[in-house]
């Protein structure tokens, strides 16, 4: 083995004195399937994995993964971080594992049920009453509110860590809305890219079997129509630290992903407002902390839920996997019972033990944990932002005083932990197999006959040596998590159910008023940008050709195209006509129009919303897509907005971004199926098209009449209009006002011009779903017609006149002026219409159970 292969070598691993290691377990010399696998990282040498951790580093920045950190200056831009080096786990020892997840599973599910239903626990004093009713997690209003299944807990997640003496305990347990499945899931699409021939050889266990089981496990649960159930992920939005996951999955498992505002309750029903109308809910997967669903009932200062959402549970016309309540397992103090409830239960003893935890709403404990603060860890049992785990060893004596002081004052709030050692895992750290403290994190899912628990899970280490604090949000890292099989793996589709050849018929999928929203804003960004760019194009153009030739009317034309910066972005106060030294230098000030992202109408500004409105409905883009996005942000962000630029460099950036922009219209008019999404794409695009040359004609044609400066100004134009080629294409002669105005107002044939936008808009609205009277016309569709027919009545020779007084284009000003009138007024009716629908159409009402009078 050459030199740079040896240093990646299990033989030069320096392990920890004291600490179990999952490679070299003992005597030094690695487990047999982990020999198998270094052998392989041995031949590839440090310099290729490298270049594989780089790899993979760059398709998870293509993909947009991300977890956002609340409170880090990089918001929403943190990458995900992979580390080459996965976490193999021995088939045999998995077995163990999974059997110990599945009974934890179904004990919580037991427990669950029990202290929203009977409360034997509570009566029988195997749960002491204030350990459950004083945690936050517990919700009154939920008591009776769970649906009559035999497993009320869909999903389960553990955080697992392995002690000194070799054995996995559990940390704690994640019930509400357990986070990770999707993170898990790209790790490993990942890894089967940047490691294909390693991950083939050493058989590892794949996931699509699990995600079936999810799939079936929250159809299983729907109260109503079983056999087609609309299943929709809630979310929180775009600002929540795990939404990339939520977008994912929402993709991956062909779930709506919905918003709280997107859902409402009408007589005792969930439903989706979408562009269709309401459209009924049966399951919902919420990533939404269980307080924060319900503003009627729960909490009422929440606008993350749906009014009336636990009403519809308590009638049972909707599912919510997890339950409302179902935090209430996530109490640190819980785990000091779960043995005896498992022999209560079940009549077995825990395979998977928990941490030693002492709970100090007793006596005993309390006095216990209070004696030994120096040796324990102290947890509230409630989690929120102003708690944190405490390490009683670190703590000066006065902090040790105030705890011993909080604990004594409300002691059924604290548990103490036994402080243990977790084992470490070979990690690729800056060139080197270092090991590092390590964290799993395993899910299971309720299906007809058991839980089924993903073969594998979602790993975490430490970034730092001897940190015991491993977190995504602390900035660990990711590993991929291998389950090793005794014979290949056979390959199960998400997709495939067989025996099910029956040919089912195309459903669109609904489209909510918010993505609706955020899809015709993309659009109206897209070309708002867009407009920006080529026309501080022209003007970079122009100001070299002043300074190249000293042309008075080309400083003029200047001027009034800087002017026409000011007006078309809306950058005020801007370029305005007589400040000669803004006037005479402007690139500077041009440069902080593209550069600075805290003034509205900045191309910097704009880009900037543009991905983020992107970002919020990240499950509607394909790879490609999404991919095109984050390159034009990161792009303009790392090239002119953190960089430095000359007049030269900004031209060139200008041109990129056209170039990305042009990309990301392409994919979308390919990718895109001509259903109401891409229908508000392009409206979007349309109306903020129109309105961009409006404005742009508005700001120069209709103010100088002079000729030699009106030649200069009807270029720039045509140039920034993208329009000079098919004018001298169409009319071979020297540029003219009314052939100008005629190709780009009139000529429907032209895809810049303002007829062409406006027929675009009306064809598309006419093909957008709204309910209509027979033979009437909508409000929009009127407005539409009526802007498409004055624009149609136009007469050019009127519009060229020159008015004696005020000495511009009077009737093209009055034109133009209530064409932008119009415009805007339409995009309010369309606001009104489709992306503020709340009423429920008559097809859509509910018909009333059997068994209610």
Sequence with gaps: MNESANAIGAQFYATQLGVYDEMVAQDNKALPHWE????????????????????????LRDNGVTYNVYGDTQKLS???????????????EWRLIEAGLKQRAELLNLVLKDIYGKQLLLKKGLLPSE?????????????????????????????????????????????????????????????TRVLPDVFRDMQVHRLSGFFKALRKGLADIAPHNKEDPRIVILTPGSLNETYFEHAYLS?????????????????????????????????ILRRVDDTFCDPLELRSASRLGAAGLLEAVRRNHVAIANPLGSSVLENPGLLAFLPRLSRYFLNQELMLPSIATWWCGQRRERDFVLQNLDRLVIKPVNRNSGNCTLFGGLLSSKEKERLRAAIIAKPYCYVGQEQVSFSTVPAFIDHHIEPRFAVLRSFAVAGGDGYQVMPGGLTRVARQQNDFIVSNQSGGV???????????????????????????????????????????????????????????????????????????????CLNVLLCAMTQVTGTYPGFIRGDAAALKEPFNDL?????????????????????????????????????????????????????????????????????????????????????AGWLMLDSGRRLEQALALVALLRATVVQCHEASLQNQLLEAVLVSTDSLSIYRRRYRSFIQLPMVLALLLLDEAHPRSLAYQLRQLSDHIGALPRERGKGQLSEEECLILRAYTDLRLVKVSELVKVDGETGVYAELESVLSAMTERLWRLYEVLAQAYFSHSQMPQLMTPTQPEDEP
């Design 36 to 59: 198998r696998f270094m052998g392989a990282m041995t031949a590839l040498g440090r310099e290729q994995l490298e270049l594989r951790r780089r790899e993979a580093q760059r398709l």
């Design 478 to 556: 990711s590993k991929d998590t291998w389950v090793l099989a005794d014979e290949p793996d056979k390959q199960v589709s998400l997709w495939f159910q067989p025996g099910r050849d029956v040919i089912l018929s195309a459903a669109a999928e609904p489209l909510t008023s918010r993505a609706a929203n955020n899809l015709f804003w993309v659009g109206r960004y897209l070309e708002r940008i867009k407009a920006a760019t080529r026309l501080m194009r022209t003007i970079l153009l122009k100001l070299t050709e002043i300074r190249e030739f000293d042309d008075p009317s080309g400083s003029q």
């Design 78 to 92: 943190r990458p995900w971080r992979l580390d080459p080096v996965p976490l193999p786990i021995g088939s045999e």
């Design 131 to 191: 350990l459950v009713m004083a945690h936050n997690g517990f919700l009154h209003p939920c008591m009776g509110a769970l649906p009559q299944l035999q497993r009320q807990l869909i999903v389960h997640s553990a955080n697992l860590a392995r002690g000194h003496n070799g054995r996995m305990w559990v940390l704690n347990d994640r019930s509400q809305a357990p986070s990770g499945i999707g993170y898990a899931l790209e790790n490993r699409t990942v890894m």
């Design 251 to 283: 993709s991956y498992l062909g779930f709506t992903l919905v918003q709280g505002d997107d859902l409402t309750v009408r007589d005792g029903r969930v439903w989706l407002k979408s562009l269709d109308g309401l459209q009924p809910v049966d399951v």
């Design 591 to 675: 440069l902080a129009l593209a550069k600075n992202a805290h003034r509205a109408g900045t191309l910097a500004a704009n880009i900037q919303a543009f991905a983020q409105t992107a970002f919020s409905i990240r499950d509607v883009w394909s790879q490609d897509t999404w991919r095109c996005v984050d390159n034009i942000q990161r792009r303009w962000q790392q090239r002119v907005v953190n960089g430095e630029c000359d007049q030269e460099q900004l031209q060139k950036n200008l041109d990129d971004l056209i170039t990305g922009f042009v990309a990301f219209i392409g994919l979308t008019t390919e990718s895109m199926t001509r259903e």
